[in-house]
């Protein structure tokens, strides 16, 4: 195992180059001290291998489903002796779905660019999620993902920027010609996780959503620039779904549906898996979506979520800032929601709730099950070319409360709406808005929302500097 590792091996390899003269940008590249690359993560590992060690051929034609399964199998016994990373060197490497492993890094040279398969019998099939009873695009089961992990701790993926593209096509035009048996596969899912960093990454074209963590916790995500054409369908950015401790920072993401979405399952499924999602925190956040949001909360929230603190974000091109998607028959909660700060261009609408988000997994919901709503802070947002301000529709007998909105600035387009506040169903308080809110947001002198003065423990988790050891 890693021959690679050790100082004087690395070294006899850089100086054989030397003298061959012809490879000196690879010299260049090996910044650490031991030649390899450096990056940060929340750990390093000890063991190291390269892709090519198991067979891999990066020549974008040659299929590495083999290779990567390989690998992180061999790799996956040294979980309790320091953990293992798996370097993907320069090259296109298509693949097939695999599955990683506890205290293991992924880590893409900057070169290195995954290609996923589109040969659907490389693609398992699994049962659909407990909190949702079915899958969202077909009833029954669901492709895996192409990066998958369940009951997984420590796992890194990361890079030098370098890149992963879904190829996602295949399956959007399955999608539009009503084509699909099964789910379509996300780029990555890890689901009953602990520890994840996925970051420095660029990732185009999922099938379906890009970054799906589900009933996980403790998860870095950073650093990320995600790309999907504007008309593709649900190809949302990074969708935490029944997650508690995560943290999101300075992504910048281009998608056909929402950039973020928060989430935590589906009607009665939801309301009986009871796992909310919880604590997150977004950072420095850029979003275009010509057709969806900034950041949802929901429409699958049955489970509820809670306590969710982004600030520094920007929208250009987007549909909507921040929407809360919920219905009927959802149960669960959205409450304690803290945004501050938003630079927003060319929207159709700044403040967007929806009490009456009709889709359901089955007829089987129940009717009496509502969404409790309330603690919605909004403050400190400057919005240029809108057509509406903010459409804020609640449930009738079930208002959604205690919404405060303050120091808000809103220009118009050409084509603004007549009525550029419309509220059914909600209640709060506003100060320094313009244009001036409806009615059942009265203005409150000297009001300034609130916005946590604490940090969550996600936020001062530290990443390590780490070096992939290996010289390639
Ligand atoms: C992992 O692969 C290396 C290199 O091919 C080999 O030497 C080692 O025995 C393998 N380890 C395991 C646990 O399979
Ligand atoms: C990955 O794990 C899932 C769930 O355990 C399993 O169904 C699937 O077959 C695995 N995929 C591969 C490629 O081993
Ligand atoms: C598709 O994948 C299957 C199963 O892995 C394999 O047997 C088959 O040869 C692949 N087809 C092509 C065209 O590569
Ligand atoms: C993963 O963890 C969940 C929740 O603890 C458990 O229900 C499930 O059986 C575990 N799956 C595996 C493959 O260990
Ligand atoms: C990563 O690559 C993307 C696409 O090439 C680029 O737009 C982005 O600026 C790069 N990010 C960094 C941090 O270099
Ligand atoms: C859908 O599944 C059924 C039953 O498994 C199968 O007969 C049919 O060919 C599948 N259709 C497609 C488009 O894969
Ligand atoms: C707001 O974003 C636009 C780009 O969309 C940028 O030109 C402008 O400088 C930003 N303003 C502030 C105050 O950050
Ligand atoms: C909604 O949640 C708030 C805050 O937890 C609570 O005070 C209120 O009673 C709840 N409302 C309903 C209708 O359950
Ligand atoms: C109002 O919001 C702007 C940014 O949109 C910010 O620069 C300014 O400091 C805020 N004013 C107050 C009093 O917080
Ligand atoms: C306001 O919103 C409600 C509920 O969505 C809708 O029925 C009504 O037509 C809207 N009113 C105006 C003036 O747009």
């Given at each position: 195992m890693?021959?690679?590792?050790?100082?004087?091996?690395?070294?006899?390899?850089?100086?054989?180059?030397?003298?061959?003269?012809?490879?000196?940008?690879?010299?260049?590249?090996?910044?650490?001290?031991?030649?390899?690359?450096?990056?940060?993560?929340?750990?390093?590992?000890?063991h190291s291998a390269v892709l090519t060690d198991f067979g891999g051929v990066g020549d974008g034609v040659t299929s590495n489903t083999k290779a990567f399964r390989n690998a992180i199998s061999n790799l996956s016994h040294y979980a309790s002796d320091g953990g293992a990373q798996l370097i993907v060197p320069p090259g296109k490497w298509l693949t097939g779905p695999f599955n990683l492993t506890s205290h293991f890094t992924l880590f893409l040279h900057n070169k290195a660019l995954i290609l996923a398969s589109q040969n659907e019998s490389e693609w398992p099939h699994l049962p659909v999620l407990p909190s949702y009873g079915r899958g969202r695009d077909a009833p029954h089961g669901r492709f895996g993902s192409l990066i998958f992990g369940t009951n997984l701790t420590d796992v890194v993926i990361t890079g030098q920027n370098g890149s992963i593209d879904g190829q996602g096509a295949y399956w959007w035009k399955k999608f539009h010609n009503k084509k699909l048996n099964l789910t379509r596969p996300y780029m990555i899912e890890l689901m009953y996780s602990d520890q994840i960093q996925i970051s420095s990454l660029t990732l185009l074209n999922s099938p379906s959503y890009f970054i799906h963590p589900v009933?996980?916790?403790?998860?870095?995500?950073?650093?990320?620039?995600?790309?999907?054409?504007?008309?593709?369908?649900?190809?949302?950015?990074?969708d935490p779904d029944s997650c508690t401790n995560v943290r999101i920072e300075d992504c910048y993401i281009v998608s056909g549906d929402d950039c973020v979405s928060i989430k935590s399952g589906w009607d009665e499924y939801g309301i009986k898996f009871a796992m909310p999602s919880q604590h997150i925190v977004i950072k420095r956040f850029t979003c275009v979506s010509p057709d969806s949001t900034m950041i949802a909360l929901g429409s699958e929230m049955s489970g509820g979520i809670s306590d969710v603190r982004a600030e520094d974000l920007t929208a250009i091109n987007t549909e909507s800032a921040i929407r809360i998607k919920t219905a009927v028959g959802r149960g669960g909660y959205v409450k304690d929601i803290f945004v501050k700060g938003m630079n927003l261009t060319t929207m159709k609408y700044v403040f967007w709730m929806t009490g009456a988000y009709k889709s359901h997994p089955d007829p089987n919901y129940d009717p009496k099950a509502l969404p409790n709503i309330t603690g919605i802070n909004y403050r400190d947002v400057v919005a240029t070319q809108v057509m509406m301000s903010a459409r804020l529709q609640g449930i009738s007998n079930n208002p959604f409360t205690n919404i405060c909105i303050s120091n808000v600035t809103i220009q118009f387009n050409e084509k603004p709406k007549k009525h550029q506040w419309n509220c059914t169903d909600v209640s709060g308080v506003t100060n320094k808005v313009t244009p001036p809110p409806c009615e059942s947001l009265p203005e409150k002198e000297q009001l300034q929302c609130p916005f946590p003065t604490n940090s969550l423990p996600i936020e001062s988790v530290k990443l390590k500097s780490c070096s992939t050891n290996a010289f390639f």
């Open positions: 890693c021959p690679r590792l050790g100082n004087s091996i690395v070294i006899g390899v850089i100086s054989v180059i030397l003298i061959l003269g012809s490879e000196k940008v690879k010299v260049a590249e090996c910044k650490a001290a031991n030649g390899g690359i450096e990056y940060t993560a929340i750990n390093c590992r000890k009933y996980s916790s403790n998860i870095i995500m950073q650093g990320l620039t995600i790309n999907a054409p504007i008309n593709s369908p649900n190809t949302d950015g990074i």
